[in-house]
């Protein structure tokens, strides 16, 4: 660990950088469309974002059509000063919607404050287009800024959650071994049993937390619903012109409430939940087995630290890469961590609130369920005599040869 | 009847023996002595015994058929490094134990109750085990290894921790259970206790048998034809069934002799009445700790 803790060190710095430069070296092809040729092409300009600008003749039909059988990414349509779409063929674009929000912004502002002069600040506002973007395959909003925040939680809470009851799974473990009441333990159970009544046991505790957690916050929405839920009609789709109107609000934030209330109503909460439970129980088995595993190898809490840091290099390197997944949910690189049996519970919430593959999640369960079996399996063995090895810290080969000659 | 029979057990660690070929048959309500220096091999014979370990090769018999798991739950086991969950309470602990013995709740309290009270431990049931002393956690361990009835109970160094009292309160439930037909094993340094207690005893040295026999053919096994007298008169120097090797004339006439081959001990008494008043006449027997060493340095 002294010669290879720097160099973990090393992989947690360059993996991410390589990793995202790698990906960013990929050219999004964007077609524009601005029969009133409103927008300066030349705002548009950025290394790896190549702009085609269609014909001013092209009616919006063709438009669409063209877009439909290229090689475009997306296809940005300026229909007036206040509005432009961003219809996109990937799931995702939260990278090019706020960078085009935010040229937009600029190109208005300046092209405004050289033309006009004695504009007021909300007047000048209301010149910057808003951009709305959606999905070209499916009639589906794409994510919002809200949704980004949500699945960056969900990875956090899943990420929290493991870390907590597996953590309470190996201090279980070596306490049980440095204590020597397991030889007591071992004399009426299995040592498979006993390894897996204690993982089940700890897992049952976290799930009937975790049911608790739910049941409150359920009701604490419930309860905020019945306080608040019809001042927050107002401001949902149907209802937020006429509020704007009725009430003279301040336009801007307006619509951010109209965005939270679309962002939460869009939030399918059932599969998120089915999701988390799945990805949270195989991620908690998965990390139980390993460190039961290293529980054996080990005589004192104290010695596991250098064998479960390499461990949480592959999440470190997940949460590094979370702007990847959001930008480019089907590139290599987050399908791989997607997949990857350490780092899926984390991917998957990360991505979850985003449209995911039916064939992705498939993949991603089925390799994590699969990779639970055998690391059980190999823990077993390992555990069945590592737990009666006193006085010396187990080399990785000697671990080898336990599942050898057991 | 043999309760338990180890037939030809080979244990492997890797490359290392760490058994060969040991035969041992312990007789139902015996109390076998198990000794042996450290790392012979005493431990892995208990662990095989209480099934933690698998043998490499061999068969081991328990009431005469190959052991099933079921009859696991018939052995109680005291390690010799104690553990104990110490957040838990002792009713807890015992309870949790108890249940891991496969017993019934009714059973369970019934069986708690005896012991907690015959240990004078009824007061700390609900105390967590932390808050007992040393010795009370050493008897809450005793407890553990005998709560569930079993039929055989293995004891590794069951009088460490305990002072003079609680020993003598050990021993003497080791002798009422043994006494209604519990089988025991003690395996332990204290040689004394292998001579008060045991009525076999099994010797290891480096992974293999060097002796099992009954307490009584050991001793015989090992006796080195020594008497040891008292009384008044004079010694013959030149007697010709036997040979005085020490005599101290200071407060009581006292000496050992060497019976010489061929002569027996009527020989010898013959001899020494002709010049001897004679008040004790004892054949001298060695104790278990000298056959311990002897038996160590011969084989």
Not at chain 1, 254 to 276: C, D, L, P, Q, Y
Not at chain 2, 77 to 102: C, H, I
């Amino acid at each position: 660990m002294t010669i290879l803790g720097p160099l973990f060190f090393g992989m947690l710095m360059i993996v991410p950088a390589w990793l995202t430069l790698k990906d960013t070296d990929k050219q999004t092809h964007i077609a524009l469309f601005d029969p009133d040729n409103l927008l300066n092409i030349e705002y548009l300009k950025k290394s790896n974002i190549s702009i085609t600008k269609l014909e001013k003749t092209t009616t919006s039909q063709e438009a669409f059509i063209r877009f439909a059988q290229s090689q475009f990414t997306a296809l940005l349509y300026i229909q007036n000063p206040q509005q432009a779409t961003l219809y996109n063929k990937q799931k995702s674009s939260i990278g090019l919607d706020a960078w085009l929000k935010n040229l937009f912004y600029e190109h208005y502002t300046q092209k405004k404050l050289s033309k006009t002069t004695g504009l007021s600040t909300i007047e000048l506002d209301k010149l910057v287009i808003k951009l709305k973007s959606q999905s070209f395959i499916e009639d589906e909003p794409l994510q919002s800024q809200g949704l980004v925040g949500l699945s960056l939680m969900l990875g956090i809470i899943i990420y929290l959650f493991i870390l907590t009851y597996t953590m309470q799974v190996l201090r279980g473990f070596i306490q049980e071994k440095t204590s020597r009441i397991n030889e007591i333990l071992l004399s009426s159970v299995r040592p498979f049993q006993l390894m897996m009544g204690k993982i089940l046991g700890i897992g049952l505790v976290s799930i009937t937390q975790f049911t608790i957690w739910l049941g409150l916050t359920g009701m604490l929405m419930f309860g905020f619903n019945a306080q608040y839920g019809d001042s927050l009609k107002l401001f949902d789709n149907q209802h937020i012109e006429e509020t704007i109107r009725n009430n003279n609000l301040d336009i801007q934030q307006a619509m951010e409430w109209n965005e939270i209330i679309n962002t939460f109503s869009g939030i399918a909460v059932g599969k998120i939940v089915v999701f988390f439970v799945f990805y949270f129980i195989m991620g908690y088995l998965l990390y139980s087995a390993i460190f039961a595993v290293i529980a054996s190898m080990v005589d004192a809490e104290t010695e596991t630290q250098q064998l479960v840091f390499p461990l949480t290099i592959p999440i470190l390197i997940c949460f590094s890469l979370y702007q990847t997944f959001i930008d480019a949910p089907e590139s290599p690189v987050a399908i791989f961590f997607a997949i990857f049996p350490l780092t899926s519970p984390i991917a998957m919430m990360l991505r979850l609130p985003f449209e995911t593959p039916l064939w992705l999640v498939i993949c991603s369960m089925a390799v994590l369920f699969i990779s639970f079996i055998i690391t059980t399996w190999i823990a077993g063995k390992i555990y069945k005599t590592g737990m009666l090895m006193y006085g010396n810290k187990t080399s990785i080969a000697e671990a080898f040869r336990w599942i050898k000659s057991s | 009847m043999e309760l338990i029979s180890l037939e030809s057990i080979n244990k492997k660690y890797g490359t290392l023996d760490a058994l060969c070929n040991i035969n041992i048959a312990i007789k139902k309500g015996s109390i076998l002595g198990l000794l042996g220096p450290n790392g012979a091999g005493k431990t892995t014979i208990i662990r095989i015994l209480t099934g933690i370990l698998l043998p490499s090769s061999g068969q081991y018999l328990f009431e005469d058929k190959p052991i099933h798991k079921t009859d696991f739950r018939k052995i109680g086991y005291l390690p010799e490094e104690r553990g104990l969950y110490k957040d838990m309470t002792v009713y807890e602990l015992l309870s949790f134990l108890g249940q891991l013995k496969k017993m019934t709740r009714n059973n369970l309290n019934k069986k708690l109750s005896y012991w907690l009270e015959r240990f004078e431990l009824s007061n700390f049931a609900t105390k967590k085990v932390h808050e007992l002393s040393k010795g009370n956690q050493q008897k809450i361990q005793f407890i553990t290894a005998i709560l569930h009835d079993p039929e055989l109970v293995i004891l590794d160094e069951p009088f460490s921790g305990f002072d003079a009292l609680n020993s003598k309160l050990a021993i003497e439930v080791i002798l009422d259970l043994n006494q209604s037909g519990t089988t025991f094993i003690l395996s332990t340094h204290q040689m004394h206790t292998v001579e008060n207690l045991c009525s076999h005893v099994a010797m290891i040295n480096k992974g293999k048998l060097i002796l099992n026999s009954s307490v009584a053919e050991v001793k015989e096994q090992f006796k080195q034809n020594r008497i040891k007298i008292q009384g008044t008169g004079h010694l013959n120097p030149h007697a010709q069934t036997f040979r005085v090797l020490s005599e101290n004339k200071s407060t009581i006439h006292e000496a050992i002799l060497e019976q010489l081959p061929q002569y027996t001990s009527k020989d010898i008494l013959l001899e020494l009445m002709q010049n001897f008043s004679l008040s004790s006449f004892q054949q001298v027997v060695p104790g278990i700790e000298v056959i311990f060493i002897k038996a160590l340095k011969t084989k």
